[in-house]
């Protein structure tokens, strides 16, 4: 007779990979390998393989992206975000994944095939300054939001307590991907993460588009997530902004949702790292 709990605990890795990856195409989850760019238990690997983690501090750094004109107006000229934010979602989560825990040959290719697209984006913003997505200093910004946000999301949700060294040694692990993407400044301390991000500030803008894009982001809903889920992840995602950065977006601070949403994003870890233990 099969085990009630273990079946249980199977469904829900089933509904949480279909999220992640398009399985009616035939993908799956990308297996982690003994030759990847990272070895085992170290911080990028502990940190990247937390879901609600990197989905809280995902969201969050899409969002600040987003008030960079020129990684904003990548995304509008040369994607089709509107119609599928999911999918784009997806492939980010997915090249995320294969850089971090997959073969490094397959590690380098997905980073060849990111270089070759950003070569092909390009145009000018609506005030006719030129952009191109392989600019260094936009990849940087790109990158910094990234970096902060996933190690924001494991020190919320996961493990706030990790030492400085740790959280130091994940900036220089997580630069050789940014620095393959071209990337330029890239942090390898929390320090230096910090003074990056304040320099690089300077170049946001808030917008009308940016808020649009913000609210899509916010309002999307994978298939197969339940809406309750959904709505803790949102919550949580803004809480996690700067004030500075609400106010631009518009967004509103969660205040009566904010405990009872961040007290169930830790029920959900916990879940989750147990359905996935021995994967």
Do not use: C
Request: hydrophobic share 40%; aromatic share 6%.
């Amino acid at each position: 007779m099969a085990d009630p709990i273990e079946t249980l605990r199977l469904r829900l890795v089933e509904q949480v990979r279909g999220v992640f990856n398009d399985t009616q195409s035939g993908q799956k989850p990308v297996p982690p390998s003994d030759d990847a760019l990272f070895e085992k238990d170290t911080p990028i690997r502990n940190v990247h393989a937390d879901l609600v983690g990197m989905m809280t501090g995902g969201i969050r750094g899409l969002l600040l992206q987003m008030l960079h004109p020129h990684a904003l107006q990548g995304v509008l000229d040369h994607s089709n975000f509107r119609e599928d934010m999911h999918g784009r979602l997806r492939r980010t989560a997915r090249f995320i994944a294969v850089t971090t825990f997959g073969h490094r040959d397959e590690a380098m290719k997905a980073i060849e095939r990111v270089n070759r697209i950003h070569a092909r984006v390009g145009g000018t913003l609506p005030d006719g300054t030129p952009y191109n997505a392989a600019n260094p200093r936009t990849l940087a910004w790109v990158h910094v939001v990234e970096a902060q946000s996933f190690l924001a999301g494991y020190l919320r949700h996961v493990r706030p307590d990790m030492p400085s060294r740790e959280q130091d040694e994940y900036y220089r692990q997580f630069a050789v991907i940014a620095r393959a993407l071209g990337a330029n400044p890239v942090p390898e301390s929390r320090n230096e993460a910090e003074s990056i991000f304040r320099e690089l500030r300077t170049d946001l803008r808030s917008s009308p588009e940016a808020r649009e894009v913000a609210q899509l982001v916010l309002s999307q809903r994978p298939k197969g997530t339940p809406p309750a889920l959904q709505s803790i992840i949102r919550a949580e995602s803004v809480a996690m902004l700067p004030d500075w950065a609400r106010s631009m977006l518009r967004l509103q601070k969660p205040v009566l949702t904010a405990f009872p949403a961040r007290a169930a994003t830790w029920g959900v870890g916990r879940t989750l790292r147990w359905a996935f233990r021995q994967y």
